[in-house]
């Protein structure tokens, strides 16, 4: 009986837990906002760098796990299985670099399934460019490449433009990255983890963490975008991180098994999401259902989401739901919510009191000034390849606009990945670069041959080809023959022309021999400028394409730079011996190029004179003039202490110098440990020292010639200047050597060069967001909240790509750089950059190694610390020539004059030695540049053109310019044009806005009027200040 007992219990016991629970559970996963209730919108996600820890492909294939267990080609498999099993649930996929690694391996029969997923609405492609780019240390134009390489696999593969942007991870954001690449490209909103602590604190409380973003004070409202700062960075809410390794209660609804918590789940669910309601506007709320690297076990996040979807719905006092961003807007959108207004942008970004993230300005500043130079490289490359056609085959520009892409990510370019991950975006680069160069050559060649167009490239088939074929009558001929190897290279660069060594223009030039030096131009302008070539023999001469012979001017390279050069080319059999900067000023026409020769004077005669000067021998203050300024540099402390103009005859006191901030090592202060890293920046203390050697005096050497004029300081043995003045220049040019620094003393150091005025600035300065827009900045102060101040120095850096200037009354003082910093004004008066890092301790921000970069060679026998080469360009100028000098001067060093080198026979005449692609005579407006002109892989032509002014900038030039878009294009037909959203893959037209109400707006505040796309058969654009417009071209071949 009893036995009988026992049974009856447990049958009835199990009946009842059947029947209240009804495993298996069919899980209702099907909901949908639902309105009066506070709906949770559960976005499921993961965040792939391309390159950190691991490199790009060690995250893709999921190799080198003793760094991170990491692997993307996992998370898309498992990702798309779940989705396919179940229409229910949705994903985002946001970086197309790794999406388009994994589709090249799928099969058609997965790629279908994909197709449709991604129709449906299940798979969502948000934010789309190839990375997920940073924002504080990356110019604008890169930016909107790298986003458009994205886009544009997209277009191709799916048809589908992103709508939503998806910055989770930088480490702050700029106001182009919302008005440009946000609503310029189409995009609705924009949603993002990091900002201030002090600014997110404020924003909860005032429920502003949603805003309305116009980044442009030009555009205003006519280029804003819906902004969302993320409630927990890009994770779960605490205690729903649902992944595979998680330390969290994992959801557990089956009473037959311990641990069964499903009342406290929901509980717990409905808690967090009524807290975070608290912090919003609107009864929707965002939960980002991921973290770096997720869904390698998609299953995971997904059966446990449908639990939560199933039993929080059933609760019924939340409604929770698969969600995207994209949807999530929709809901605000149509909320009806009037939002709050934000202007300028999120820099500097701090995590906590000493913690800001300000050091990454400047970190790997070689790899950072590579980009730089590699980015106008790509740009002429694009050009010239466009000039003469795309070759199907290789060579062309792909692999270096993929790499130039992939180092735009938010740990390439900004320095904050492992040295193997930086080495390996360099080896990228590198390789890219090579191709290009060749396709350069090739395309150079072709045109001196005097072949117009499409006569170089795949357009033409060989037969053509032949009929069109010149005779073979000069050197050049053999490189255009089918027979001969694209590969072979005959023109050629120096890529180490920045510490003086270029084995091309070194070499002994035989009578009856000379060096071509052939110089193309990328900009739309004409350009007057002076070369610099390294050489080892003064009795040389330059002669123009019609055998005129131009000024010259040779002077001994400073001996810091000869150092430098010994060491970096110690296994490339490099000659010792004299060697000398040759200087020589050459023009070159709009988007084209010229030729110059150089070759031995007859007579063994001298290139034109040069003056070297020991300081001992010259009476008071050292004096060096340009036709428009003078220089004084102090006699006692060596430094430049006044610019003379010659014009106005106004005199700016000025003093420039070196020093260092003593890194903290993370103990040195009360408070929080935090230790500069390769994010962070926190000086031990304020004080930043001079760089001196007090037994030596600073200025080594003065030259002043017809050229050029050089003063040559030496402040120590790592750190010198040769600060130089052109001829005609109203701007001086401070070539900088800094490294290796020491660390004998076990202190890191931070190398600043410091410029001193008595300007009246009043706490004010202005910094560049991305090389586009000036943004005012005031000395620890934020506009949008009361700002505790807790890092004088650190907490008042900002990102430069561009520059950064003070203002007086009518007077500006403006640096410009050649790659990214951090600068500042700590103190009125005065501006200082960033040049160089080297640090003893790792931050504690994730990468884990001490940004202390070193050098080696002989098999790691020969090791120093990295010295970096650089330069900073400054004008003094009343302030409408000053913005003028800005954007001119700007434009030529993002596209500076690329110089390649061929040796020629004295009998070979160049048949083309000038040409510019543009109409004849014409040059584009002083106000536009062309940033992108590029023959896609389709064959059509992508065309950008931008305004460089913001409005009231500049009296004269911030008006609007009209292109003529047949200037541009002598000699070919355009059967068609068709503008397009910035990214270029989406007609401009169909682009839909969203008319948001904002706080405060009386609907007077629209911004520059805007203009229609161009329509079918109008070629005249007119570009407003600050508008860019993309266009595609179609032309009859
Ligand atoms: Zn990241």
Not at 346 to 373: C, E, I, M, Q
């Amino acid at each position: 009986m009893k036995m009988v007992g026992s049974l009856i219990y447990c049958f009835v016991v199990c009946i009842c837990l059947c029947q209240c629970l009804a495993f298996p559970v069919d899980y209702n996963n099907t909901a949908v906002p639902v309105k009066g209730k506070l709906n949770v919108h559960l976005v499921p996600h993961s965040h792939d760098d391309l390159g950190w820890l691991k490199t790009v492909d060690q995250y893709f294939v999921g190799s080198n796990s003793s760094i991170q267990v990491a692997a993307v080609q996992y998370i898309l498999d498992s990702v798309v299985s779940a989705l396919q099993e179940d229409p229910n649930k949705k994903f985002i996929y946001v970086e197309t670099g790794f999406f388009a690694r994994w589709w090249r391996q799928q099969n058609e029969k997965k790629k279908e399934i994909v197709r449709k997923l991604v129709a449906s609405g299940q798979l969502e492609f948000i934010n789309g460019g190839w990375v997920m780019h940073d924002e504080a240390t990356v110019m604008y134009v890169d930016m909107i490449d790298q986003t458009s390489l994205g886009h544009r696999f997209l277009m191709k593969e799916f048809g589908v433009l992103p709508v939503t942007g998806w910055q989770i991870d930088p480490f702050g954001h700029s106001a182009v990255q919302a008005y440009l690449l946000c609503a310029e490209v189409g995009f609705s909103s924009l949603f993002f983890g990091r900002a201030d602590y002090q600014d997110i604190a404020n924003r909860r409380n005032r429920r502003t963490m949603e805003t309305i973003w116009r980044g442009s004070k030009t555009l205003g409202a006519s280029a804003q975008v819906f902004t969302g700062i993320l409630p927990n960075l890009y994770v779960p809410p605490d205690g729903f991180d649902l992944g595979i390794a998680t330390t969290e209660a994992v959801v557990q609804d089956d009473p037959f098994l311990y641990d069964y918590n499903l009342e406290e789940r929901v509980n717990s669910f409905v808690k967090s999401a009524r807290d975070q309601a608290k912090q919003y506007r609107t009864n929707h709320i965002i939960w980002t259902m991921g973290e770096d690297f997720a869904y390698e076990s998609a299953g995971t996040w997904f059966k446990q989401m449908d639990k939560l979807i199933h039993y929080v719905n059933k609760d019924g006092r939340v409604n929770a739901f698969y969600s995207t961003p994209t949807i999530y807007t929709r809901e605000k959108y149509m909320s009806n919510e009037i939002w709050p207004l934000k202007t300028d942008d999120f820099f500097p970004y701090a995590d906590h009191s000493n913690a800001y993230w300000t050091g990454y300005f400047t970190s790997r500043p070689a790899l950072k000034g590579y980009v730089r130079k590699l980015s106008g490289f790509l740009q002429a490359a694009k050009q010239l390849e466009f000039l003469v056609g795309r070759n199907k085959r290789k060579p062309n520009t792909y692999s270096l606009e993929e790499a130039m892409a992939i180092v735009q990510h938010h740990d390439a370019v900004v320095g904050t990945s492992k040295q193997h991950v930086a080495n390996d975006y360099a080896a990228r680069l590198s390789h890219g670069s090579l191709e290009a160069e060749n396709v350069m050559s090739s395309a150079l060649v072709c045109l001196m041959n005097g072949k117009s167009s499409n006569f170089c490239g795949d357009k033409i088939s060989s037969e053509q080809r032949a009929q069109t074929e010149p005779k073979k009558e000069n050197l050049f001929e053999e490189i255009d023959s089918e027979s001969i190897s694209r590969d072979k290279i005959e023109l050629e660069q120096c890529p180490l022309m920045n510490i003086s060594y270029c084995p091309k223009s070194e070499a002994n030039l035989d009578t009856g021999r000379s060096l071509a030096i052939v110089l193309y131009n990328p900009l739309g302008w004409k350009r007057n400028e002076v070369i610099k070539i390294p050489v080892t023999n003064t009795t040389l001469e330059v002669l123009d394409s019609i055998g005129n012979k131009i000024q010259t001017q040779i002077v001994p390279v400073d001996p810091a730079t000869r150092r430098v050069r010994n060491f970096y080319t110690q296994d490339m059999s490099v000659q010792a011996g004299p060697l000398f900067n040759l200087y020589f000023e050459a023009s070159v026409p709009p988007l084209g190029y010229s030729v110059y020769f150089l070759k031995a004077a007859k007579n063994g005669a001298s290139a034109a004179g040069t003056l070297s000067m020991k300081p001992g021998h010259i009476n008071g203050e050292i004096i060096v003039d340009s036709t428009r300024i003078q220089l004084a540099f102090s006699k006692s402390t060596g430094l430049l202490k006044e610019i003379r103009n010659h014009h106005n005859n106004a005199v700016f006191p000025i003093n420039q110098s070196l020093c260092w901030y003593n890194s903290s090592d993370g103990n040195t202060r009360k408070g929080t440990y935090e230790a500069s890293g390769a994010y962070i920046f926190r000086p031990n203390i304020s004080r930043c020292f001079p760089i001196e050697d007090s037994k030596k005096q600073v200025i080594q050497s003065v030259t002043k010639g017809n050229v050029v004029s050089e003063v040559y300081q030496q402040f120590s043995p790592w750190a010198s200047q040769v600060v130089r003045l052109y001829k005609n220049a109203e701007d001086v040019e401070i070539d900088f050597l800094i490294g290796p620094i020491p660390i004998d003393d076990d202190l890191g150091k931070e190398v600043v060069s410091q410029f001193r005025t008595n300007m009246v600035s009043n706490k004010e300065f202005y910094t560049d967001s991305n090389g586009r827009d000036f943004l005012k900045r005031i000395r620890n102060y934020r506009a949008d909240w009361n700002l505790s101040v807790h890092e004088i120095i650190a907490g008042n850096y900002y990102p430069l790509n561009l520059g950064i200037y003070l203002k007086d009354n009518d007077t500006e003082f403006s640096l410009l750089v050649d790659r990214s910093v951090g600068g500042s004004s700590v103190s009125d008066g005065e501006l200082e950059l960033m040049l160089h890092r080297r640090l003893l301790h790792d931050d504690n921000k994730g990468v884990a190694e001490n940004l202390n970069e070193t050098v080696c060679f002989d098999n790691n026998k020969t090791c120093e610390g990295l010295t970096v080469q650089g330069k900073i360009f400054l004008n003094v100028n009343p302030t409408e020539q000053a913005s003028e000098w800005r954007r001119t001067k700007g434009q030529r060093e993002v596209l500076p004059l690329q110089i390649f080198f061929v040796t020629v026979g004295d009998e070979i005449k160049i048949k083309e030695p000038q040409f510019s692609a543009l109409a004849k005579g014409y040059e584009l407006p002083p106000n536009v540049a062309i940033i992108t002109l590029q023959e896609l892989e389709d064959g059509q032509t992508l065309l950008r053109l931008a305004h460089l002014y913001e409005a009231s900038e500049n009296v004269k030039l911030s008006v609007p310019a009209t292109v003529d878009i047949h200037n541009l294009f002598p000699g070919r037909k355009i059967k068609k044009i068709v503008e397009l959203n910035l990214s270029g893959v989406q007609e401009k037209s169909k682009i839909k806005t969203l008319n948001w109400k904002v706080e405060g707006d009386t609907g007077s505040s629209a911004g520059a009027p805007r203009r229609d796309a161009l329509k079918d058969g109008e070629h005249i654009v007119e570009l407003s200040p600050m508008e860019i417009r993309t266009f595609n071209l179609d032309f009859d071949v």
